[in-house]
């Protein structure tokens, strides 16, 4: 069997907390054999979820989804450095100290992006020699999955760290997704070497310099979703825009096509009949495949899950824990880093 | 008769010049009739665009489709502040030389971006007390246009110049688009005042204290394509990286809907039928009819095109500086700038 991993699950965060969540975690633990979960938040209020998923009939592997009690619950409008030096029996708070413990290997938070990025660097910790830790999204590209990095984390980056996302997000899709030398891009407004901000003039060449990362170059936005380069790497702010514009265009777009099936009797009986394919078809732009962002770089794995997470979501997050863990990933960037640091060094 | 307004073509400019360039000349010159355009490019070149278009029978008003020669072209691979300063013969230079010389009201361009910005402040100038000419763009949403400025002509603002454009923004969308009271978004990672990189934590309470300007708070990027904001205040970075996104997602997204109509013989026949109605609905996201992105806060309107235009887009662009020059949007701007100017002058 393969080595096992031990996840601490926010039980308590999320806007479908905590039946989604409950129920995403026994649905990986029946798929995993190797998954134990440890759901983190009020007994009370998971006992009843748990319940409730007997009642509809799901598998629920008592010996592998422990309840940890936290009686306390972060929310979006708690402020998030405050929160998680204040709310010590918080579901986060709790969940990080076991992770930082080696009680688990991995955490999970659909709860407060701002509590899981502050918690993620004052509990976990950055790996020595890692700047700031980058939160990094799969998203669905016309030819399958690319990485946008940073998507939130370090709102004004410097170029050392964008090369040290570079890497890490290299590493990620290589160990990851199983891509084969990432092609890695600079998100810029232009291809031409001049072109850019101060930030991106100055990560350029350092970018350019790298033997170890394969670099191709700037990337425009308008080549993102075609999936030109495998690895997106940008500041948090432009990065955590324009993850958020790919949301609502793609919602407001479907929902004029939507609109237009609706709109008379022939376009109905049309829409009745293409809608097969095109639910086929829009599949592969589904993001709740991917489960999570995964913060890079810290001392043991913390994802971000959507905040409207479902049992899907989840159950995707869990698995990408258990293939980050099993594929060794954050072995692959601290030798990296360290590596990265000895030149330096020099 | 509405006032008369002469406006510099730069006809070599573009993917489809000098054809689709001249073609929206003629068209705009017959809609509008008081509308007189100079065509700046190589004369024998446009002369046999005229002939042709002439031949497909599209009339053409001589009298109205003045040709001023140009002998040189500035493209995409010049450097656009040398080819500005090199090339004193070419249609870009030529052309703002007329506007400067007050032979032309305004200046038109498919070509070169970086040679339209670079002209624009260099040869046009921008209006006492400008600090910055930013590039605004009308973007499509769910419930009608909005404007995202800047889009891409000071990729490294300052918190004072993203107020100037909130304010330039709020007269344009007020008096050319007929939004009253325009809602001014500052674009953002989150809707609370303390999110933001540097640049917008400092802009916020700037707009915040301004009584002349209907700031409505951040808005994040997912709530763009809602319309949420007729006016969103960016850095040109990330205002260039959301517009070419859009571009790009657009595409890829309404192409996996044609790949999903083409995938078999029911949804073909369901597309089919489907076509006349989601024609009707997309068409609200047609973004040719906008025309051009006018950069304001120069001492005339200067328009840069999209590259790719076809002759409907320029004929939108020559309605816009029409709009522009009939609603006296500029001297709505020098005012308000001059009233800026003398507050903070007390």
């Keep these: 069997m393969a080595e096992k991993i031990t996840v601490a699950l926010d039980a308590m965060g999320g806007d479908n907390a905590p039946y989604e969540i409950v129920k995403g975690a026994a649905m990986a633990v029946n798929e995993l054999p190797e998954l134990t979960v440890k759901l983190v938040g009020q007994t009370q209020a998971i ?10 009939n799901l598998p629920i ?6 309840i940890v009690e936290a009686s306390e619950v972060i929310t979006n409008d708690d402020a998030p450095v405050m929160a998680v030096r204040r709310k ?7 969940a990080m100290r076991l992770v930082k413990n080696g009680e688990a290997d991995a955490f999970i938070s659909a709860g407060s992006t701002g509590a899981v990025l502050v918690g993620g660097q004052l509990l976990i910790g950055r790996l020595h020699g890692v700047e700031r830790s980058p939160l990094a999204t799969l998203i669905p590209t016309a030819n399958g999955v690319s990485l946008i990095i940073d998507c939130g984390a370090n709102v004004d980056s410097r170029a050392n760290h964008l090369v040290q996302y570079a890497k ?19 998100l810029n ?18 970018l350019k310099n790298r033997t170890d990362i394969n670099f191709t170059g ?17 500041d948090a702010f432009t990065g955590n825009c324009i993850l958020k514009f790919y949301e609502g265009i793609a919602k407001v777009l479907l929902g004029k096509v939507k609109e237009s099936i609706y709109a008379n009797t022939r376009s109905k009986i049309g829409g009745a009949l293409l809608k097969p394919s095109l639910k086929n078809t829009l599949a592969t732009f589904d993001t709740s495949k991917f489960g999570g962002a995964p913060m890079l770089g810290l001392n043991k794995l913390v994802v971000k899950a959507h905040g409207s997470s479902k049992a899907k979501e989840i159950d995707a997050a869990l698995h990408q824990c258990v293939t980050f863990a099993s594929e060794h990933i954050d072995e692959f960037i601290r030798e990296a880093i360290d590596k990265d640091n000895e030149v330096v060094g020099d």
Tied chains: 1, 2.
Excluded at 49 to 56: M, R
Excluded at 190 to 205: C, D, H, Q, R
Excluded at 219 to 232: F, K, L, M, S
């Design 47 to 56: 006992t009843d979820t748990l319940n409730k998923l007997k009642g509809e």
């Design 88 to 94: 010590k029996d918080s579901s986060v708070v709790v």
């Design 61 to 66: 592997d008592e010996a592998r989804l422990l």
């Design 168 to 186: 890490m997000g290299s590493l990620y899709m290589e160990h990851a997704c199983g891509v084969k030398n990432p092609k890695v891009g600079l």
């Design 218 to 234: 700037s990337i425009e936005a308008r080549q993102i979703p075609y999936g030109d380069a495998d690895v997106i790497v940008c």
């Design 189 to 206: 407004i232009g291809v031409e070497e001049e072109k850019g901000n101060a930030l991106v003039k100055e990560t350029y060449p350092l």
